[in-house]
């Protein structure tokens, strides 16, 4: 069976982490998957759920497993710090670092792990430690490999990033994000989205539209998101309802702001099984972020057959294009959601269901998982097909 190795910062839980369970799910039914990952992973990970035939390691592992002493001291650290984390994320202690170089044998253990693949998926931002490295090696022992970028693409400057112009192909979320590699780097590229990641359960929910609306926030509470002003939004607008679902470093301060609030509430964090409650609950998905590569919420959204309102971030305007959710906004100008709120007030239900079910739809046409997952597989085999035929 032919093997596929999946390079990057893939930890337990986050947006990169759903991605790998994807990929690893569409492949691992005709190849031999494993995970390699620069940072901490465990058996816990998101990218694993669900998935025993797929392995992983990491620097990590590999690092702890190469010398006793190194095993020694990663307890030490572990006990110190009383963390739920297994002892090899504590391997790269100060200790440690005074007797080991760890950059020469992670590039080493790198280099192994490639050298027993037939192909690499980078899933990574073009940031990403290791990918120059990665780059290079594959094309040093001709093994095809692509790059799967995450998070939105931006300009950059210098020599650093010529590297990129040996990357043989690029996956992208959107055609938006490959335009922004492109207008800096000429390459080959597919676009291949996401799909949601519980999407039976989200299918299964009935679309139901009532006289009022009920709005709804799912993701992470930090800068980009943009949560804080759309808090600050339903604040002046207290006749409104508001869902919030999620966590992060904005978390106390979003709490401070909605405490004495009736209109808006939080759920807490959800696991990925409770995210079809959530959805459930409200008639309309907000996205009120500055940047984004997608978001997945978009999608699962999309299969719940809900409304969404979102700034003109990532992948959203090519997966709304052609149904009737033109319901865009600034998180930047209140105004324009504010024109935004009123306008799906003044639909009518039968109005509001038509524009669900086509949301729906256009999901199950281009999105649903079982069309992800075989963009994947055609991928992979006609990148090895073409690796087969240039060898003959």
């Keep these: 069976m032919r093997k596929v190795l999946l390079f990057g910062p893939i930890g337990d839980f986050g947006g990169r982490d759903i991605e790998v369970n994807l990929i690893s799910a569409s492949l691992s039914k005709a190849f031999e998957v494993k995970i390699f990952s620069t940072i901490y992973i465990s058996k816990k990970s998101t990218a694993l759920q669900n998935l025993s035939?797929?392995?992983?390691?990491?620097?990590?592992?590999?690092?702890?497993?190469?010398?006793?002493?190194?095993?020694?001291?990663?307890?030490?650290?572990?006990?110190?710090?009383?963390?739920?984390?297994?002892?090899?994320?504590?391997?790269?202690?100060?200790?440690?670092?005074?007797?080991?170089?760890?950059?020469?044998?992670?590039?080493?253990?790198?280099?192994?792990e490639i050298q027993k693949s037939d192909v690499v998926i980078a899933c990574v931002q073009l940031t990403s430690g290791y990918l120059p490295q990665v780059i290079d090696c594959c094309n040093e022992f001709h093994i095809p490999c692509f790059v799967r970028t995450t998070g939105t693409i931006f300009p950059f400057e210098g020599s650093y990033f010529d590297f990129l112009k040996r990357v043989p192909f690029f996956v992208h979320h959107s055609k938006t994000n490959a335009a922004n590699l492109n207008k800096q780097i000429p390459s080959n590229y597919t676009i291949i989205d996401q799909c949601a990641s519980i999407e039976e359960a989200l299918l299964s929910i009935p679309i139901i539209s009532g006289t009022s609306l009920v709005f709804g926030y799912l993701g992470r509470f930090s800068d980009e998101k943009g949560i804080l002003p759309l808090i600050d939004f339903f604040q002046k607008n207290i006749s409104n309802q508001l869902i919030i679902a999620g966590d992060g470093p904005q978390k106390e301060q979003l709490l401070l702001k909605i405490e004495k609030l009736k209109n808006i509430k939080w759920i807490g964090q959800l696991a990925t099984e409770d995210i079809s409650e959530f959805f459930k609950k409200i008639d309309v998905l907000v996205i009120p972020s500055f940047e984004e590569s997608g978001p997945l919420v978009g999608l699962e959204a999309m299969a719940s057959g809900k409304l969404i309102v979102s700034t003109k971030v990532g992948a959203m305007q090519e997966r709304l294009e052609g149904t009737p959710n033109n319901f865009w906004f600034d998180i930047e100008d209140t105004n324009s959601l504010e024109t935004i709120v009123k306008n799906l007030e003044n639909l009518n239900a039968v109005e509001r269901k038509n524009i669900a079910t086509q949301n729906r739809a256009k999901y199950l046409q281009y999105y649903q998982r079982s069309i992800i997952e075989k963009k994947y597989n055609d991928l992979v085999l006609s990148v090895l097909n073409e690796t087969n035929n240039n060898e003959k």
């Design 53 to 112: 035939n797929v392995k992983f390691s990491s620097m990590q592992i590999k690092a702890y497993n190469s010398r006793w002493w190194l095993r020694f001291f990663s307890w030490v650290f572990y006990f110190k710090n009383k963390n739920e984390k297994a002892p090899y994320a504590y391997v790269c202690n100060k200790l440690s670092k005074s007797f080991f170089d760890f950059k020469t044998k992670n590039i080493q253990n790198l280099r192994e």
